[in-house]
């Protein structure tokens, strides 16, 4: 078996006594228990811990495998000069893995190192695993901006690689938990966070990490936890495989959590290809929404399937309602993949000399011109889902009292600056996060005093 176990460790320097020197008897119970995992982790004897740290080199689209054959650090940083580091990289490991997520077109490397020594969230369960074990070669690797889905087959990955060359490894899934647990904390407080940690400690007490994937992204800004998708990873690690789960326990005394569990696998089980079940769930309701959709939508996807194909627009389509051709309006097209925006381009007033051509235009300026995104891909159109929002004229409106963000979508300018939110979005609670948005999408400073401007949309999905 090539991963022995898996383990979620937290990061607060301040548990290292170099560090708190007396301070970190405030998170004894998590200190016991570091320490607790690190002998279970010295039982089990590995050849090597992969070691997934936020703290790590961290890029938004590509998985940063640490390289070199060595590399150290200190907490000096932290105040801790005295607690230092070196370590030695299983390099023909990280090459491995390396090779192998290029086969199925996931980007990760050894490029882009900016700083080689060891972070804190690599030093810190390295402090209490290398008191029971020592000499043990590491690789070291960087979460991404990619989805929880890409973390997940990264660990398939990883596992993969270690059994081509008959490692056996430990996984160290390094990471707190949300920061947002006392109104004293580093990040004050947010009932998301009591949420989050209550809901991914149930998670790793039942050994349910399929759940891991399930999380909202909104929940997980709010929470500002930092160690998900480390725990993502580490369920990929385990995939199709029965665990045996311990929590040795959850504290948050500090405003923040520290969650320790450990999860070691036991025997195949086909129930427990968590991403295989997803992706499935995820083609079929695809193909509902897709058979379901109006006009409006229908033509947008067939645009930027052609388009994605071919590389020019196609003709446009000869039987369209009289809607569609008859009537002129600024239209959004909205790509997700995976519940992760993919493009979204749009028009606030009509540019083109009927509606059905600004759909279509917008749908090849989202999914190939998007500036925040990559050109969408042949491989990446199965798992599109695709929205068209129509707007109504704007209307200039005196004050904020006029606006309602669950009807009215928002244009705030100033000189030649504008900025455009649609209504009723997740994670927009008010009409100041809407207002403040906005004038942010425009690059208008505070207090520069505005145009405001509403109007509604009609969605189409």
Not at 92 to 113: K, N
Not at 159 to 185: M, P
Not at 441 to 452: D, E, R
């Amino acid at each position: 078996m090539s991963i022995l176990g898996a383990f979620t460790f937290p990061h607060p320097p301040l548990i290292v006594p170099a560090v708190g020197r007396g301070r970190e008897s405030q998170i004894a119970q998590t200190a016991a228990s570091c320490g607790q995992a690190a002998r279970q982790i010295a039982d089990l004897g590995p050849d090597v811990i992969v070691i997934a740290s936020p703290h790590s080199v961290m890029y938004r689209d590509y998985f940063h495998i640490s390289p070199g054959r060595r590399a150290s650090g200190s907490l000096a940083s932290f105040g801790g000069g005295d607690a230092t580091f070196e370590v030695d990289y299983d390099q023909e490991l990280a090459l491995r893995i390396q090779t192998l997520a290029e086969e199925i077109g996931l980007s990760a490397g050894t490029l882009g190192q900016r700083d080689a020594s060891l972070d804190h969230g690599t030093m810190v369960p390295l402090w209490f695993i290398g008191k029971e074990l020592e000499n043990v070669p590491i690789v070291r690797i960087g979460l991404s901006g990619m989805s929880l889905d890409d973390h997940y087959r990264l660990g398939q990955i990883i596992a993969r690689a270690a059994n081509d060359l008959g490692r056996h490894a430990v996984f160290v899934a390094s990471g707190d938990l949300s920061h947002k647990l006392k109104e004293d904390g580093p990040y004050g407080f947010d009932p998301a966070g009591v949420e989050y940690d209550r809901r991914i400690m149930d998670v790793f007490a039942r050994g349910a990490l399929g759940e891991i994937l399930e999380f909202e992204p909104g929940l997980l800004e709010q929470a500002a936890e930092c160690g998900h998708r480390s725990f993502a990873i580490m369920a990929g690690t385990l995939d199709g495989m029965a665990v045996k789960s311990r929590v040795y326990s959850h504290e948050d005394v500090t405003g923040v959590g520290y969650g320790i569990a450990s999860f070691v696998p036991e025997e195949p089980d086909g129930s427990r290809r968590f991403l295989d079940a997803r992706n499935s769930f995820e083609l079929e309701r695809l193909a509902a929404l897709r058979n379901a959709a109006d006009d409006y939508v229908k033509l947008a996807i067939a645009t930027i399937e052609h388009y994605v194909k071919n590389g020019s627009q196609p003709p446009m389509p000869k039987e369209l309602p009289r809607d569609l051709l008859d009537v002129r309006a600024g239209a959004f097209v909205s790509i997700h993949k995976r519940g992760d925006l993919r493009g979204c381009i749009g028009t606030i007033a009509p540019v083109a000399d009927c509606l059905a051509r600004e759909i279509m235009d917008n749908a090849v300026s989202a999914a190939a011109r998007d500036p925040r995104f990559d050109p969408i891909t042949p491989d990446e159109l199965k798992w599109l889902e695709i929205n068209v929002d129509v707007l109504s004229a704007a209307e200039d409106i005196s004050s904020e009292a006029e606006l309602d963000v669950k009807k009215y979508g928002v244009i705030v300018s100033a000189g030649g600056r504008r900025g455009l939110l649609l209504p009723d979005l997740e994670g927009v609670d008010t009409v100041r996060q809407q207002v403040e948005i906005a004038r942010r999408k425009a690059g208008i400073p505070p207090g520069q005093k505005v145009k405001l401007q509403r109007f509604q949309v009609v969605r189409h999905r």
